[in-house]
């Protein structure tokens, strides 16, 4: 696999964890002084047809942190750290970071480090710590076919935490997104059409210290968009998107409900009934996937699950999801393109919670031509 071997070895003397004139005469002799040093290394592991590396680091910057057991000794920035400082004899911890791994976009790497170590003599303790990138890496390409075959485009990157990151058509950045389930969607509009077309892309399992390089191509002849990445010397193949004139001129799935206004949160007293609450699925090419995620205190301490597929459903989510009220019809291998969430009887096993009384569920479903439709149930359940 081919990498980035950039290794940065931060050993400098002033910041170097070292005091040789320091006063000892408070030490007992089951104590001991510590030596630290810190090696960053900003090796990524490519997953895509080039590899280049921008990332650069102060190493005064890392924050450093030591245990004691499950007991924090204390934590500064590197270069603050007080080297005569004295620690009591034992096992120890010492971990660094740079950066947060919940901050993503461009020229945001995440590092960190940690290792173990003893402190057995009153001088000469001393520690290495290591970090790593620990956040994944994300461009997207776009071949000469595909933009040939689209006059316009742009690909919006959506990450495990839900932030949306946009490729442009030139963009060239690459973007740091922690590690977990990546998806895309792409807005292409054709040589000559008028309108754009979204289209849903197959995500991935993005891995830490991996820099994803995605490749959208086209296949004229089949009207194929191919999305890919390399992996070693073999291509990956993530999805394959029908983009025949017939496809992208399909009416794209919707919702038409009942009962709510989709994003806008209502009020009910906990334990009693809002009424009829449904959302119907309508979709002409046929239903591919339709993905509840729900954030429900109440809800997902009595086992809803806090994310399914309701076309794909086990006969164990099922059955739970139908002891909490849901009921469900027209998913599964013999859909018919037409298909109802009923969320009438969910509402009463809403519990009050005074910490967080609100619950979400967010409906995202896509059709066989890639296409989405969206919409929200927000209910905030009351004592009163």
């Known amino acids: 696999m081919n990498k980035i071997r950039v290794f940065m070895a931060f050993?400098?003397?002033?910041?170097?964890?070292?005091?040789?004139?320091?006063?000892n005469q408070n030490m007992s002799s089951e104590q001991g002084t510590l030596r630290i040093s810190l090696d960053a290394s900003s090796e990524l592991i490519?997953?895509?047809?080039?590899?280049?590396?921008?990332?650069?680091?102060?190493?005064?910057?890392?924050?450093?942190?030591?245990?004691k057991g499950s007991d924090s000794m204390g934590s500064w920035t590197f270069r603050d750290y007080d080297t005569n400082l004295i620690y009591p004899f034992g096992n120890y911890r010492a971990a660094a970071f740079y950066g947060d791994i919940n901050a993503e976009g461009w020229n945001l790497p995440y590092l960190y480090g940690s290792t173990d170590f003893v402190?057995?003599?009153?001088?000469?303790?001393?520690?290495?710590?290591?970090?790593?990138?620990?956040?994944?890496?994300?461009?997207?390409?776009?071949?000469?076919?595909?933009?040939?075959?689209?006059?316009?485009?742009?690909?919006?990157?959506?990450?495990?935490?839900s932030n949306e990151i946009s490729f442009g058509s030139d963009e060239a950045r690459e973007a740091y997104v922690k590690p977990g389930n990546i998806s895309f969607k792409v807005s292409v509009k054709k040589q000559g059409a008028s309108d754009f077309v979204t289209l849903a892309v197959n995500a991935v399992e993005a891995l830490?210290?991996?820099?994803?390089?995605?490749?959208?191509?086209?296949?004229?002849?089949?009207?194929?968009?191919i999305v890919s990445f390399t992996e070693d010397v073999e291509e990956v193949i993530i999805d394959t998107i029908d983009i025949s004139d017939e496809s992208l001129n399909d009416q794209a799935p919707y919702f038409v409900i009942t009962g709510f206004e989709s994003g806008v949160s209502f009020d009910v007293v906990s334990g009693m009934s809002a009424g009829e609450l449904k959302a119907m699925l309508m979709s002409l090419s046929g239903i591919e996937s339709c993905v509840m995620t729900t954030t429900s205190v109440s809800l997902l301490e009595k086992g809803w699950p806090a994310s399914v597929d309701l076309n794909a459903?086990?006969?164990?989510?099922?059955?739970?999801?139908?002891?909490?009220?849901?009921?469900?019809?027209?998913?599964?291998?013999?859909?018919?393109?037409?298909?109802?969430?009923?969320?009438?009887?969910?509402?009463?096993?809403?519990?009050?919670?005074?910490?967080?009384?609100?619950?979400?569920?967010?409906?995202?479903?896509?059709?066989?031509?890639?296409?989405?439709?969206?919409?929200?149930?927000?209910?905030?359940?009351?004592?009163?």
């Open 46 to 67: 490519n997953v895509g047809t080039r590899a280049d590396q921008d990332a650069a680091f102060d190493v005064g910057d890392f924050t450093l942190q030591i245990f």
């Open 313 to 384: 459903l086990t006969a164990e989510q099922k059955t739970i999801l139908t002891n909490l009220g849901l009921k469900v019809r027209g998913f599964g291998d013999s859909s018919e393109g037409v298909a109802v969430i009923d969320f009438t009887d969910v509402v009463p096993n809403l519990a009050f919670n005074t910490t967080d009384p609100v619950t979400t569920i967010s409906l995202v479903a896509t059709d066989k031509n890639a296409k989405e439709a969206s919409t929200v149930l927000i209910i905030n359940s009351t004592n009163e």
């Open 11 to 23: 050993i400098v003397a002033g910041l170097l964890i070292c005091s040789c004139d320091k006063d």
């Open 208 to 225: 830490p210290k991996h820099l994803y390089r995605m490749k959208f191509d086209v296949d004229a002849g089949s009207a194929q968009l």
């Open 119 to 161: 402190i057995n003599k009153t001088e000469g303790n001393e520690v290495t710590i290591v970090t790593e990138i620990a956040n994944s890496k994300f461009t997207v390409d776009y071949t000469e076919n595909f933009k040939s075959f689209f006059e316009e485009y742009s690909t919006v990157l959506i990450s495990s935490l």
